[in-house]
């Protein structure tokens, strides 16, 4: 135990000077004091004061207590990731179990697993017991910084802290140097074991370097880096998108790393994967995870445009426009339109014409956002029956693409409308539909995107039927559309069909409504035997009420007598023969769409140009359109540049910017339908390709060349920037937008800015832990032009806990030094060397201060009373008369005093209930000769008191005041005495 000051030393130091000083001024003051007090309370006084003030002096100093104890507290980090094997993770616990063998009675153990996260397998205790080592989170990385942190957390304050650490020292997330400062500000010692790696033959490919970019045909160099534990034959093959690029090489690998060559070239342009795999004979390699390695090269050359249209035919007018002015076009159905925005950089633009939403995935929509938001792709969505509202892009993630929104319901007051919703909930709706879906859960999909894309005011129903019909929801004002949806999904299938009866009972459900406009869609697959619908086909038209029906597959479909077909045909609706039951979904919200907004006009006008398309596309003759024949209904976003309106002033082409890239929207169509009159006007081509081309993203130049390469698990971006002339171009403001795999996640997308790290020279740091593609888009902002953008790839073909063959012990010797402990051989080490302490501390401040308080009454009392030892021997007395008197009373009465006080108690008790008889009636009572009044007796002179004082006190300063203040009484008394009595 110790004492320490905690104060500063100059603190110190001047609170020091300013004791010794108070010490003196209050020793000089006393001896030159001229106050009557004795020498002894002199003494007193002075000593008193200086402990008062010495006190204050200790508790601005910060005193306090220091003890040392022997108590620690070891917490085991143990690596369980990927790369730990089986024989090093038996090893591990070996090595657990003979530590706790050398503990103290005092010591505690606790343990921690980690691998991509870090686990607190057990808490710091004395009777640690292990059965096994098990790690409940990732194992696809190492976080040996996360495993010191969770560790350092553990130990108590009140005892001295070690970590261990049992791993192989390859960590690929994090930096266990970073913690080294926190170890050491709590005087916790890090301690490691290193875990040789039982591989003794292996092999991998570490990388694959290409050039960023190439052109057309230009020859180039793939070269394949591997790397090996020993000396092995194998065979590298190396594909383009799967292809192979050659025939397949036997190499020779020897221990350690080696580079191989193979010459590719590329003849169009695009963005390209190559992959090269090694193949090993397995005795000589065990893995086979890390034998793969990819790379991405661009091919720049003519623009590229990709074309989705719902067949050839619809694409041919368009492509051979854009091909006349050097630009190639590729069509693909909706199905091979690529799933990953990787997949989309071999194109500067997407065309999407006609198709609607439900043919897409959703993973496909997402790529198609990511592309252009991310990485600069351009986007167009041309117009028809199957696009914007009418293909059911409304409230997806397309219409935020677009520069156009595709809720027309805010443009004007529609009438509103009741919708019957009829579906067939039979037994064969209980088969699958497509996509591996019943037929009845893509009709209540599709009855529930109805309700969704209705507007406020409109009313729904909705009426099933089996053999006979129900109604699940009777006519409800759409903003209940909670409970709505609700019945709809618990709707389910059982029993036979009639579909009569479910016309019927919808056409009971609204034809009283007062809506203007009555509509019921019905689903069904099956042939029913109804009656005569000509009686409700009469009373339907009466009422106004269209019929839209919709058979999956072969059911009743020839529009003739007893069909729905036939009612359709009969009340003004339409009628869909599908033979995919995925198709309703979007069937459903195109006819909701169709019958409340009215979302198509379909008639001749002339298309009017704004002052802004002559400013963005000038070379265009826009007095020299020809008319078009039809467009679909949409509105243009608040910040959409508006460059064509039709007649009704409705957008007809508007484009702007979404992130890094641009869209366009053509509402009128590219075939000869609306745009039937355009197909022959000499500047189709030249109009197409100039819109087309607005849209595409702006590369680069050649002297902005980027890499991005894998350190551990980050990846590393790098710019070098040269202009024409070999100078370093400096002080640019780079960006890169990388997008991880997952794009589903929402961490999925990171942006940050490259710093300036060398002449010419940029880089930036992004985590790659994740196996996959990682696009990463360069950009360089200009005032006076577009933004430029250099698009790269990383690969990671597979775990970073594969990449490593060996332990890193110099990153374990090193943190050992850093962290102030030892590479640990002998597991009785852990506990027994290189032990550290733990000091705890008790603050005296509070408690001097307190002491100082007390003392202050004490330092006034010895200065201002005059306490002789007569009075403390007074006072003695006293305490002890009160204390004898409280025993007396408080001690238990004798048998002799008991009987006394019941006599007298009855005594007492008689002469109450008894008093004295009066005297008889007519007899004077009797009383005793009375003697005359004596006169008052004369009154005594009370003797004067003597002096309790000793004459010793008589000459102090009190003494003295009492002894005038008797006088000055008595000679009062004398003065006033009364005469004596005759």
């Known amino acids: ?101 050398h503990r103290r009675p005092t010591d505690l153990a606790g343990v921690v697993t980690f691998g991509a996260d870090s686990n607190v397998e057990a808490l710091p205790a004395r009777d640690l017991a292990l059965d096994g080592l098990r790690h409940p989170g990732a194992v ?27 791993t192989d020292g390859n960590e690929n997330r994090g930096s266990a140097l970073a913690q080294a400062p926190a170890l050491a500000a709590r005087g916790v010692r890090l301690d490691t074991v290193p875990l040789p790696s039982p591989l003794k033959r292996e092999a991998l490919i570490d990388k694959v370097e290409v050039p960023s970019r190439v052109k057309i045909g230009e020859p180039f160099t793939a070269r394949v880096v591997t790397r ?79 074309y989705v ?89 397309i219409e935020d693409v677009l520069p156009v929104s595709l809720d027309i319901r805010k443009m004007q007051r529609f009438p509103p409308v009741s919708v019957a919703l009829v579906i067939d909930r039979s037994g064969s709706m209980e088969e699958g539909g497509g996509r591996g879906r019943r037929k009845i859960d893509l009709a209540i999909e599709a009855s529930i995107r109805a309700v969704q894309a209705l507007k406020p005011g409109d009313k729904v129903a909705v009426v099933t039927f089996t053999g006979t019909a129900e109604v699940q929801v009777p006519l409800t004002p759409v903003e209940d559309a909670a409970r709505v949806i609700g019945r709809i999904s618990a709707i389910g299938p059982g029993g036979g069909t009639s579909v009569y009866s479910g016309a019927a009972l919808a056409y009971e459900t609204i034809q009283a409504d007062p809506n203007p406009i009555k509509h019921i869609i019905l689903v069904t697959d099956g042939i029913s035997n109804d009656p005569d619908y000509g009686p409700l086909i009469a009373r339907l ?68 140009p704004t002052f802004l398309a002559a400013e963005r596309m000038p070379d265009i003759r826009w007095e020299a359109l020809p008319p078009l024949l039809g467009y679909n209904v949409v509105q243009a976003k608040p910040t959409a540049d508006l460059l064509v309106q039709s007649h009704r002033r409705d957008p007809v082409m508007a484009t702007w910017r979404y992130g890094l890239g641009r869209s366009m929207a053509f509402t009128s169509d590219d075939r000869n339908k609306w745009a039937a009159q355009w ?25 902005f060349d980027a890499r991005v390469a894998l350190e551990g698990s980050r990846g ?23 997008l991880k795999p997952g794009s589903d996640e929402p961490d999925s997308t990171e942006t940050l800015r ?70 640990l051989s002998d597991p009785a080490g852990a506990f027994r060397s290189n032990r550290p302490s733990v000091a705890s501390t008790l603050d005296l401040a509070p408690w001097l201060l307190f002491a100082a308080m007390l003392l202050l009454p004490v330092d006034v009392g010895v200065r201002r009373l005059a306490l002789q030892r007569e009075d403390f021997g007074r006072a003695w007395r006293w305490i002890r008369a009160r204390t004898r008197r409280r025993r007396a009373t408080g001690a238990p009465a004798t048998p002799e005093l008991a009987r006394l006080r019941s006599v007298k108690e009855r005594a007492v008790a008689a002469a109450r209930q008894d008093p004295r008889p009066a005297p008889p009636t007519g007899e004077a009572p009797r009383t005793a000769p009375q003697a005359p009044p004596a006169a008052p007796p004369a009154p005594t002179r009370v003797p004067e008191p003597a002096d309790p004082l000793p004459a010793s006190q008589a000459s102090g300063g009190l003494g003295r005041l009492m002894a005038a203040k008797r006088r000055a009484r008595a000679a009062l008394e004398s003065t006033h005495e009364p005469p004596p009595h005759n």
């Open 1 to 101: 135990m110790s004492v320490q000051f905690n104060a500063a030393p100059l603190t110190l130091a001047l609170l020091a000077a300013g004791l010794a000083g108070a010490w003196a001024w209050f020793w000089l003051v006393t001896l030159r004091s001229l106050t009557d007090m004795s020498p002894a309370r002199k003494r007193l006084a002075l000593a008193v004061r200086l402990l008062l003030v010495t006190l204050l002096f200790l508790a601005l100093a910060q005193t306090r207590i220091v003890r040392h104890r022997d108590a620690l507290a070891v917490i085991f980090a143990v690596d369980l990731s990927r790369s730990i094997r089986q024989e090093q993770r038996q090893a591990q616990l070996r090595f657990l179990r003979e530590a706790l063998r």
């Open 140 to 166: 696809n990385a190492t976080d040996l910084s996360a495993a010191l942190s969770t560790a350092l957390s553990l130990i108590p304050p009140d005892h001295a802290g070690k970590i261990v650490a049992l």
């Open 228 to 306: 090996s534990l020993n000396p092995q034959t194998g065979r590298i093959t190396l594909r383009r998108d799967g292809r192979p690029v050659g025939p397949a090489r036997v190499v020779e690998l020897r221990k350690g790393r080696r580079a191989f060559e193979f010459n590719a070239s590329i003849d169009r342009p695009g963005f390209f994967r190559l992959d090269a795999t090694l193949e090993t004979d397995p005795r000589q390699d065990t893995l086979a995870e890390n034998n793969r390695g990819l790379a991405f090269v661009s091919v720049r050359g003519r623009p590229q445009v990709l």
């Open 309 to 397: 249209g719902r067949a050839p035919e619809s694409a041919r007018f368009l492509q051979a426009a854009l091909r006349s002015q050097r630009i190639d076009v590729h069509y693909v159905p909706p199905g091979a339109m690529p799933s990953s925005a990787a997949a989309l950089q071999r194109y500067d633009a997407v065309v999407l014409s006609d198709v609607p939403r439900d043919f897409f995935s959703d993973a496909q929509l997402a790529a198609m956002q990511a592309a252009t938001r991310d990485f600069g792709v351009g986007f167009t969505m041309v117009g028809g029956e199957n696009s914007f509202g009418l293909g059911g892009y409304r409230q997806t993630v």
């Open 541 to 608: 038209k009466h009422r106004k009420i269209s019929v839209t029906g919709i058979v999956i597959g072969a059911g009743t479909g020839a529009a003739q007598g007893n069909t729905i077909a036939w009612v359709a045909q009969q009340t003004g609706g339409r009628f869909y023969m599908v033979d995919a039951a995925a198709d309703i979904p979007r069937i459903y919200v195109q006819e909701v769409e169709r019958i409340s907004s009215r979302p198509l006009v379909e008639e001749p006008f002339q298309p009017q």
């Open 679 to 703: 197909l022959g006007w000499s500047g189709f081509g030249r109009f197409w390709a100039e819109a087309v081309r607005w849209t595409m993203r702006s590369f680069a130049p050649a002297d």
């Open 716 to 738: 590393r971006i790098t710019v070098s920037a040269v202009d024409r002339n070999g100078r370093y171009v400096n002080r640019l403001d780079l960006h890169a937008r990388v």
């Open 754 to 823: 490259l710093r300036q790290t060398g002449p010419g020279h940029y880089e930036g740091w992004f985590d790659a832990a994740r196996i996959g593609t990682y696009l990463v888009n360069i950009t360089r902002e200009r005032r006076d032009g577009p933004v430029e953008s250099a698009v790269a790839a990383l690969m990671v073909p597979y775990s970073p806990e594969h990449r490593d063959l060996t332990a890193n012990e110099a990153l374990l010797t090193q943190l050992a030094q850093v962290g102030g402990g030892a590479v």
